[in-house]
């Protein structure tokens, strides 16, 4: 049987796949079928009759969506049959469908109004009541107006296909159906936005822009995710210069049709009250507003005066994982042009000592589309589904196809996709556990073992479930290993990583990391880290990393997009440093008496929507977007603050026009350079494996605590994944502590506590305390660090 | 805590011994990984063991059993009316109204129905020994118009006959 067959709609010969379904056919052909339950992206239901259509020899209208092809067949679409078959189905759509399009959020781009425009008869013949449907609560993301469904269950089938979780379903029967949650619950899933994108009708809408705005209103912009590494492309809408909504932009080398919440809803923190209107200095203990050149001129000269007192190497700069390339190029290239390579954006990591053996950025190993043709994948300290929630999607496909998906894990995560093996450990035995792994992969591969790996290996033994996930890692033929966000503050990072490549390399499978923020991997090509230049190169002048800066105390600071008190790994750490620096300048969309109480210059940036910039993903793609909305006169996009500091400081080599030239001189050293970088094996000194005795810290990253912006998100962080309020103890170390649930206590850190419930899960191992950063306003100490627990 | 593997309290220990052994026999009959092609026997059968009507704990029971989401037995249960949410009399009078028993007078039945035990469709007695319910067309139109009391079926009803059953009943 041949790959194609032919058929013809409308008279027009169309060459089509076998099994295809008729509309795909016409879709293809760019002839028109109207149809509300059928999407490319979700199964066939055939339930909304929309697509009815005219196929030669049939006896009545048959629905395009789910009408094979067959070679010759004869379709008509505009036939007499099919257009009176579209305008009774239209007809009968509307019976219960209400006429508030004046009020209806989805008027402007909704499919009912275009089709039944269309397609529909000019007047009703119905004269009955309509049937009325109790709106449902599905949390703060999604409104609803349940009225308005046609029960074309595509939201239902989003759920069961792609999110992973079924949480809307269609109780009821005939004109009883009702779309809603079991027993109204909220829906949970990280992408449930999309049932916005998805739905035809006014029904799901968008609840922080109800109301708001018409889409014919907004201009619309090509933009990318700020928030994970897989940089999502966006569709910002604006009206007079400020971010209406943001939507995904079909890609489908990266997020397909889909955005995850985070990405979809951040935009509400853009006219946060706390945002920084006008640049502030601190003259005293008074904070005063001045213009830009008064600010700049402070802050130059501040900085100034400690490299002449203190010298150079006292000056540090931190930057966000989410800073644009250029961002980040310029603020190295002007601290390396003052004589400091104090500069970092790896805020959360606490083990550096592989520094010289990374490659030349954390990559993905494949690219983002490949990800879903794994056959097995070893996830390390990662919860994907909710760290990177395109990412997961790819994955869940993969597993959706029968790939074996294990993971080494400090918690048991849920995720929406079944785990063959999971490894649940506490954190100081994850690096044993993935020793068992490399152990038992060394008995069943012919591959040469890293150097020194044997003897590493000596003492280690594998058990059955390392053997299983190793044999699975070994015979498949696309494999990964990925290392992720979570396992980023770990304090044996390094080992986890060395292990992670010998596993890797014995497997003969690929190894990714899946870094935090937008653009780690474009930091690690500016040569925003402390040993190298931009392009992976050598730098002579070396520099501290996070910790050590924050760790020996520096007389100066200069901090772009980061809140110490939430951006580090050891946050009590990071607020100390920088309250004891003498001079502190902030770059910072936002406001916040903290920074008031460190920094001694505050400058007004741009937030992602409001920057040009380029964003570099975790396959190494450069992803370049112009500035969406516009800020009010005193903020500035960060790059031409730099650009300006760069030139006061006379750096030399700042008189850059536009972003994209800082871009293109990045890129074509970059280029020229051809750097090759690859990650180096370097054997562990010692195999970790003593357990301490005091509790330990899980201080795992939250999907809504990841970044200035998307704490500020109002929505956000009114869902389920937001509010964890308690710290979570295992059962037996619950009684151990002499804790019950609901129980008050008082953990600390070093020198600092917070008084917090507590809840027993036996998702959290023994002897370890599962308290996420920033949880109740906490700065504490490391993430991964001994805790105390004191009942009160 | 949503990104926690939740062990929430289970349910199923709300099925009875005899019933799962029942459910697992339907289970036995679909592939492995098909559970939940068991699902309108095992709401069938958590029904029967629960005095007729399915509690909402019940159904979480049979879908947490089958592996699957409450939501999507909560579908099946509403779906069809041959399952009730809501408690049920001693003896449920299922009366079909569906085309072929109205042609041949299901609205003589229906009303004869209401009169004798003072209740309208979709009611309980006070006395908890009936309940009337509308149900579609349970496929026995030879003998129209038809009732169904428990898994019994009675045809060709006129207001005697539907009395004579009525009082042979508990």
Known sequence: ?792 | MSLLQQRQASKTHLLNAESRQDIDRWVAKYPADRKSSAVMAALRIAQEQNAGYLSNDLIEAVAEYLEMEAIAAYEVATFYSMYDRDPVGRHKISVCTNISCMLCGSDDVVAHLEKRLGIKLGETSDDGRFTLKEVECLGACVEAPMFEVAKTYHGNLTPDKIDKILDELD
Request: charged share 20%; with cysteine.
């Open chain 1, 1 to 792: 049987m041949s790959d194609t067959i032919n058929i013809e709609i409308n008279g027009i010969p169309v060459e089509v796949r076998t099994g295809a379904m008729v509309i795909e056919a016409a879709d293809e052909a760019g002839i028109t079928i109207p149809r509300f339950c059928y999407h490319k992206k979700l199964s066939v239901a055939a339930n909304c009759r929309m697509c009815l259509i005219e196929v030669e020899k049939a006896p009545k209208p048959v629905p395009a969506c789910a009408t094979p092809v067959t070679d010759g067949m004869k379709v008509f679409t505009k036939s007499p049959l099919a257009l009176d078959a579209q305008q009774s189905v239209m007809e009968f759509l509307l019976i219960n469908h209400p006429l508030d399009c004046p009020i209806c959020d989805q008027g402007g781009e909704c499919d009912l109004q275009d089709i039944a425009i269309g397609f529909g008869k000019d007047a009703s013949r119905y004269n009955e009541s309509k049937r009325v449907v109790r709106n449902k609560n599905l949390g703060s993301l999604i409104s609803t107006d349940m009225t308005r469904c046609i029960h074309c269950t595509r939201c239902v089938r989003f759920g069961q296909e792609v999110a992973g979780i079924m949480e809307l379903g269609a109780p009821g029967r005939g004109e009883f159906t009702e779309i809603g949650t079991y027993m109204e619950r909220a829906v949970s899933s990280e992408l449930s936005g999309n049932v916005i994108d998805l739905c035809p009708v006014g029904a799901l809408t968008s609840k922080p822009y109800r109301y708001t705005g018409r889409p014919w209103e907004n201009e619309s912009h090509a933009h990318v995710s700020p928030h994970d590494c897989l940089g999502s492309n966006l569709q910002i809408e604006t009206r007079r210069h400020q971010v209406m909504r943001v939507l995904p932009r079909e890609n489908e080398a990266i997020n397909e049709m889909w955005l995850s919440d985070r990405d979809r809803f951040s935009y509400t923190a853009l006219q946060h009250e706390e945002r920084l209107q006008q640049p502030l200095i601190k003259q005293g203990s008074e904070w005063r507003q001045v213009d830009w050149e008064t600010a700049l001129a402070y802050a130059i000269d501040g900085l100034q005066r400690v490299r002449k007192v203190d010298g150079a190497e006292k000056l540090a700069a931190l930057i966000s994982p989410s800073s644009t390339i250029e961002e980040m190029y310029l603020l190295q290239k002007l601290m390396r042009g003052v004589g400091s390579a104090n500069i970092d954006h790896r805020l959360r990591q606490s083990d550096f000592s592989d520094d010289d053996g990374q490659p030349l950025f954390p990559a993905l190993g494949c690219s983002v589309a490949e990800l879903e043709d794994r056959d097995a994948v070893l996830l390390i300290g990662s919860n994907i589904r909710k760290d990177q929630p395109i990412a997961g999607h790819r994955l869940r496909k993969a597993s959706r196809r029968g790939a074996h998906i294990m993971c080494v894990n400090p918690v048991d995560y849920a995720f929406n996709f079944p785990v063959d093996e999971n490894i649940v450990v506490h954190p100081e035995l994850m690096a044993r556990e993935l020793a068992s792994i490399a152990k038992a992969l060394l008995t069943l591969t012919a591959n040469a073992a890293p150097a020194g790996l044997n003897v590493l290996l000596e003492n280690v033994e594998s058990g059955d479930a390392h053997l299983t996930i190793a044999r699975h890692l070994q015979t498949a033929s696309n494999a990964s290993v990925l290392i992720g966000t979570q396992a980023m503050s770990h304090p044996q990072l390094s080992t986890l990583r060395a292990l992670a490549l010998a596993i890797s390399e014995l497997a003969g499978a690929s190894l990714g990391y899946l870094t935090e923020g937008a653009n780690a991997a474009g930091a690690w090509i500016a040569g925003a880290v402390p040993h190298r230049r931009h392009a992976g190169e050598h730098s002579p002048l070396t520099g501290l990393h996070t910790r050590e800066m924050l760790n020996t105390g520096m007389s100066a600071y200069l901090l772009l997009n980061v809140e110490p008190e939430q951006d580090c790994a050891n946050p009590a750490a990071a607020v100390r440093a920088v309250h004891e620096a003498d001079f502190v300048v902030s770059l910072t969309p936002y406001i916040t008496d903290d920074m008031r109480a460190y920094a001694d210059v505050l400058l007004p940036v741009a937030t992602f929507a409001e920057t040009s910039g380029t964003y570099v993903n975790a396959e190494g793609k450069w992803q370049s977007f112009a500035a969406s909305a516009s800020t009010a006169d005193d903020i500035k996009p960060a790059w031409k603050v730099l650009r300006v500091m760069g030139n006061l400081l006379d750096v030399g080599g700042f008189d850059y026009l536009t972003s994209e030239d800082v871009r293109d001189e990045l890129k074509g050293q970059f280029e020229t350079l051809t750097p090759t970088l690859k990650y180096q094996w370097q054997c562990p000194a010692v195999m970790p494996t003593k357990v301490s005795k005091d509790l330990t810290r899980i201080g795992h990253l939250g999907m809504y605590s990841i970044d200035m912006v998307v704490r500020r998100s109002a929505p956000l962080q009114a869902t389920a994944d937001a509010q964890i309020e308690t710290a979570i103890v295992h059962s037996v170390t619950a009684k151990q502590q002499g804790l019950v649930a609901g129980d008050t206590v008082r953990v600390s850190q070093g020198g600092e506590s917070v008084t917090i419930s507590i809840a027993v899960a036996d998702a959290v191992p023994e002897n370890c305390v599962f308290l996420p950063m920033g949880v109740g306003g906490a700065v504490l100490g490391d993430a991964y660090g001994s805790i105390e627990l004191a009942k009160v």
